[in-house]
């Protein structure tokens, strides 16, 4: 099946991709490119393969069609059903690939994935920003419980305030009175100053 397959082609099939769009493993590896699942497979045992394949989701085939875009291999690790033929047809796309990459470019390189750990050093420092913005959430969260503790604080206030005038119909029949002598000074205020224009 290599007739119309590309040196451009099979090198970003075999390139590792970004950790972004890695696959993580059950037992915690993360992959980065078909070799890495052909060496992942050639180790695996069948409780982490059937926690990835399913009779309802094969997650390696969704990978393999999202990330790589190899609709091909995808569509052959779609129906298989077995550890031994998932092995089989990763690696029988991994040497296909690299043959059309030697075959067409002898002097290309194929490309490789980042040492482990270096990959662990930026996962580091990926969870390390994340547990930046974390923290920064939890204190805004902090800050908002202080203003709702305030305004409850305020809502008390006024319900005492409301329960005292219940309470003492002066103390109503007062308020009302000082509102409309505000309301009354201000409104002579206001005329005085229009007639003496």
Not at 16 to 36: I, N, R, Y
Not at 127 to 136: A, C, F, G, S
């Given at each position: 099946m290599m007739w119309g397959l590309s040196v451009e082609d099979a090198m970003q099939y075999l390139s590792p991709v970004a950790e972004s769009h890695g696959f993580w493993l059950k037992d915690g590896k993360?992959?980065?490119?078909?070799?890495?699942?052909l060496k992942a497979l050639d180790r695996m045992d069948e409780v982490t393969f059937t926690?990835?394949?399913t009779p309802q989701r094969n997650?390696?085939?969704r990978w393999v069609a999202d990330v790589f875009k190899d609709h091909h291999l995808a569509k052959k690790l779609r129906y298989a059903t077995s550890l031994e033929q998932m092995r089989s047809h990763v690696k029988e796309r991994v040497e296909e690939l690299k043959t059309v990459v030697q075959k067409k470019s002898p002097q290309a390189e194929l490309p490789k994935a980042a040492p482990q750990e270096e990959r662990i050093g930026n996962w580091m420092a990926s969870q390390e920003r994340m547990l930046d913005q974390?923290?920064?959430?939890?204190?805004?969260?902090?800050?908002?419980?202080?203003r709702e503790q305030k305004i409850?604080?305020?809502?008390e206030r006024i319900?005492?305030?409301?329960?005292?005038?219940?309470?003492?119909?002066?103390?109503?029949?007062t308020f009302i009175q000082g509102m409309l002598v505000g309301i009354l000074l201000t409104v002579g205020a206001a005329l005085a100053y229009i007639l003496l224009l």
């Amino acid at each position: 099946m290599m007739w119309g397959l590309s040196v451009e082609d099979a090198m970003q099939y075999l390139s590792p991709v970004a950790e972004s769009h890695g696959f993580w493993l059950k037992d915690g590896k993360l992959l980065l490119s078909l070799e890495e699942l052909l060496k992942a497979l050639d180790r695996m045992d069948e409780v982490t393969f059937t926690h990835h394949v399913t009779p309802q989701r094969n997650d390696f085939a969704r990978w393999v069609a999202d990330v790589f875009k190899d609709h091909h291999l995808a569509k052959k690790l779609r129906y298989a059903t077995s550890l031994e033929q998932m092995r089989s047809h990763v690696k029988e796309r991994v040497e296909e690939l690299k043959t059309v990459v030697q075959k067409k470019s002898p002097q290309a390189e194929l490309p490789k994935a980042a040492p482990q750990e270096e990959r662990i050093g930026n996962w580091m420092a990926s969870q390390e920003r994340m547990l930046d913005q974390v923290n920064k959430i939890l204190d805004r969260e902090k800050e908002i419980a202080v203003r709702e503790q305030k305004i409850q604080e305020g809502e008390e206030r006024i319900e005492q305030l409301l329960e005292q005038a219940k309470r003492n119909p002066s103390f109503v029949k007062t308020f009302i009175q000082g509102m409309l002598v505000g309301i009354l000074l201000t409104v002579g205020a206001a005329l005085a100053y229009i007639l003496l224009l």
